[in-house]
Every structure is written in C-alpha cells, then in structure tokens.
C-alpha cells in the first residue's frame, strides 16, 4: 500500500490592501512557498470574524494564519487594531481549550514584503507540519 | 435566606401599580414547585399577591427581559434588581437596548441564591415541598426530610460573588453593599496550570455533553442580537451535531466570544444549562485575559464606558505575544 505522503493544510487569511499584494510580490519575485497554503482574501484583516477561523479548522485546515498592514497603515485606519484584539483573546482561548498555539498565527505582511511573506508561509508550514494532522478541531463530516 | 421578605416586595410592588407610577411589574413568579421560579409580568394587584415570590430560587437576571417588554408597555415597568443584575442592566442601557425612562428599578439586597442541583444532591429525588427560611428545609414524597444550610448549597456564581453594591437604581431596598474581591478566577488559574493534555480531556468531557438547546444564549443579558448567527439554517452549525464533538466547542467559543468584553459575568449561562456545563469559565476566561492584556475592566460598572473589543491603543499586546511571560 502506497502511504500518501502528508501535507498540511494551510488557510491564509490576506488583507487585500498588503499582504495579499505581498503574496503578488513574491510569486513575481519567483520566491518559493508552500503550495498548500490556500490565501482568502479579505477586505481588512478584521473582516476575519472568529468563526472563519474555527470553520476553516473545522473543514480540514491544520494551520490558520491571518496576514494584516502593520499597525498604524491599515487602509481603513483602525481595522488591524481591532484584530489584534480579537485574535489575541480567540488564541488565548483556544489555548485554553488545548488546541495547539502553533496552528494559529497573525502576521503583519505588507505589499512590499514579498520576501516576508514568503518566509512566513515557509516556517508557518514548517511548524504547522511538525505538529501533524488536526485532529483536535476537523469534522468527520466534513472529511473527503 | 433573604434579608428582604416577600410581602415588602408585594406591597411595594401593589403601592406603585395603584398610585400609577407603574403600568406592570416584572417579578418572580411560583412555578409547579417550589424550586421552578419563573420571571412574570405582572399586570394587576391579584396576580402579585397570588403568585409573586421571592426566596432562594429567585436566580434570574430581568435585564434582558426589559429590552422586549419597554417596547410593548404603555407606562413604566417595576423591575426588581439584584445587584448582579444592576450590572447587567447597565451594560444593556450603555448598548441603547432599552428606554431607561421606561423603567422603574428597585434595587434589592441578595445573600446568594440556591442552587437546586446540591440540594438534589443531598436530598435525592421526590422533592414535594421546600421551604426557605433559616434553614432550608426539604421534603420529599418518601417522607424524608432535610433541613439544609442555604450557605452548603449556594450557586457557584454566589459563592464567588463579585459585588453586593447596586449600581444602578431608582430606589433601593435595603442596604447598599460593596464591591467585593472574589477568587473568581481561581477556577480559570487551576485549569491554566493544568498540562493540555488534560485540559482537552477536561472540556471534551464537558463540552461533549452540550445538547445545543441554546438556553445560554436565550438567557444570556449580553446576547441581545434580533437575529442570532446561531438561528440560520443555512449555516450547518444551527443543530447538535451527529458527528463529534467539536461543533459544540465552536458553538461555546463563538457564544463566549460574541460576549467577550460585555459580558458581566452574571453566571446566568451556568444556572440554566440542562447538562450543568461550567459555561462561566469560557467567560471567566476572557474577562481574566481582557484584564491581564487591556487593564481591568468590569463590564456594566458604569453607564457609557467603552467595551475593550471596540477599543484599542496603538501599543496593544500582539497575538504572538499572548503566551510569552506565562513562563512556559
């Protein structure tokens, strides 16, 4: 029997105005990244509700992470603020319910770091797969 | 037992509903036993003094309920407050959920209210009859019977009660109380320290159990949304799930979330779940890290303060450094 050699799953969630332009930056820059990390790009790192965390993870995602502008630039002046709130009280929390602090992450990407970006994906990968499959979070209904 | 009796509360109740300064009273009404006390709006002199009570079973929290009533009521309500409900009330009021001219507020000294479950435990099954006073007493339909310290059998939400000052009313009952310093936290601090191993073991054991009849949410003063997330069909996390168990903690977290910064710990969620899950250390949790990360913040402890989730300073603590300094 062949095993199939495993992968993790990786959800980033991308601010339109920065980091989702940073991933553009590094796949011009020919920078390498993994392949199984899926980007969703959103208006604002704060569009990212705690829910859209737990559904990913619950779909099948090993790792989240969040890509936002650094503090201070955000396109719509406060959102980042906001999100940082946020994902420090859900991460807490999550903690708190045992899942893995490494499958979470927040990073603060902009355009002009494409070399970033791809670095974050790379160790968040890395990490992410040392930890292997999510086990904890995934819904067998939901499995394929 | 209660300093404040009854028949205070009914002839206060009877006198302002008489003399016009209110149209109808929201009060505690005697359910099919004695310890199934139910919240009432209460039109007309007859039905107070029929079944208007107040003992050890007078739990719920009537905030919430003034959102709904002070649309539909003509005049002003009488609401009885506890001062754990004040809290409450106040943080509804800072939302702009309901019409402060249309409520009348009677603060009410509380000496912590009984939890019916450690009764059942120490009395067992058959409870006929239970009488409030110095002592409880039970009676059960096997002719037992139990008399009981209203101090063994408090609501965990009383035994660590956090103030006994009214923060909000137009008359009070009673004496003013104070603010006290709990161990509130102590429950949230055991579980941190435990290995995740065992802290998954703990929540699965109690999350698992969740049948997802949403009486947290109903209950809950701080989940005041017309259109709950939770209520959409299309969402596939509406029901009980047939599958596993983490669609219960996502349901738990999100609720616990939805309320992060708001929530006044009333202890509300705990005392009506059907499975008796400790839903206030899902809060707890959050009020502990909001006052570790953002500074103590007691939500409802003033009219028009601004919840740590809708604020923000420009040096906040990053998520990345949430477990640094935990010593781990």
């Known amino acids: 029997m062949q095993v199939k050699e495993y992968k993790p799953l990786i959800v980033a969630f991308c601010c339109n105005w920065c980091s989702y332009a940073g991933a553009d930056l590094a796949g011009n820059n020919r920078l390498n990244y993994p392949a199984d990390v899926k980007i969703i790009r959103v208006p604002c790192s704060c569009r990212v509700n705690p829910m859209f965390v737990l559904r990913a993870f619950q779909r099948g995602a090993d790792g989240v992470i969040l890509c936002g502008c650094h503090p201070g630039d955000c396109h719509y002046t406060s959102g980042n603020y906001y999100t940082r709130r946020r994902m420090a009280l859900l991460f807490s929390m999550l903690d708190y319910l045992c899942i893995e602090r490494e499958r979470t992450r927040v ?12 670095a974050t994906m790379n160790d968040f990968a890395e990490k992410v797969a040392a930890l292997g499959e999510n086990k904890r979070l995934e819904d067998l209904r939901c499995k394929k | 037992m209660q300093k404040i009796t009854r028949d205070i509360l009914v002839e206060k109740a009877v006198s302002l509903l008489e003399n016009g300064t209110v149209c109808c009273v929201l009060g505690w009404k005697k359910g ?6 139910t919240p009432a709006l209460f ?70 209210m009984a939890d019916i479950n450690k009764i059942r435990a120490i009395a067992g099954d058959g409870i006929s009859e239970i009488k409030c006073g110095e002592k409880i007493v039970v009676d059960t339909i096997y002719g037992d019977k139990h008399e009981i310290d209203a101090k063994d059998v408090l609501l965990e939400r009383c035994i660590n009660c956090k103030s006994k000052k009214h923060v909000n009313y137009d008359e009070l009952l009673g004496d003013e109380g104070e603010v006290i ?108 890290d909001i006052d570790s990360f953002y ?34």
């Not at chain 2, 099919?32 to 006390?37: A, I």
């Not at chain 2, 049948?211 to 109903?218: E, F, H, L, P, T």
């Not at chain 2, 003033?302 to 640094?324: M, Q």
Request: hydrophobic share 35%; glycine share 6%; charged share 30%.
């Open chain 1, 107 to 118: 990073e603060w990407v902009s355009a002009a770091e494409g070399a970033k970006f791809a």
């Open chain 2, 32 to 37: 099919e036993f004695d310890y199934d006390v």
């Open chain 2, 43 to 112: 039109e007309s002199k007859e039905e107070i003094e029929k079944d208007f009570v107040y003992d050890d079973f007078c739990g719920a929290n009537f905030s919430k309920y003034l959102v709904k009533k002070t649309i539909k009521a003509e005049g002003k309500i009488l609401v009885f407050l506890k001062p754990c409900d004040t809290y409450s009330f106040n943080q509804l009021l800072t939302e702009h959920r309901f019409d402060r001219e249309k409520v009348y507020a009677i603060g009410i000294p509380c000496e912590g």
């Open chain 2, 181 to 288: 310093e709990s161990n509130r936290f102590d429950e949230v601090a055991r579980l941190e320290a435990m290995t995740p191993d065992e802290r998954f073991a703990f929540w699965q054991n109690e999350l698992s159990r969740c049948i997802r009849c949403n009486a947290c949410r109903d209950v809950c003063p701080a989940c005041t949304c017309e259109k709950c997330v939770f209520d959409n069909p299309k969402s596939g996390v509406e029901n009980k799930a047939p599958a596993n168990e983490f669609e219960e903690k996502m349901f738990h977290i999100i609720r616990a979330f939805h309320v992060a910064g708001r929530c006044t710990d009333c202890g509300e969620c705990s005392r009506v779940c059907p499975q008796h899950i400790p839903l206030h250390l899902l809060n707890r949790k959050f009020i502990k």
């Open chain 2, 295 to 328: 500074g103590e913040y007691q939500a409802g402890a003033e009219v028009g303060s601004r919840a740590p989730l809708v604020n923000y300073t420009t040096n906040d603590l990053e998520p990345s450094e949430v477990f640094e300094g935990r010593g781990e």
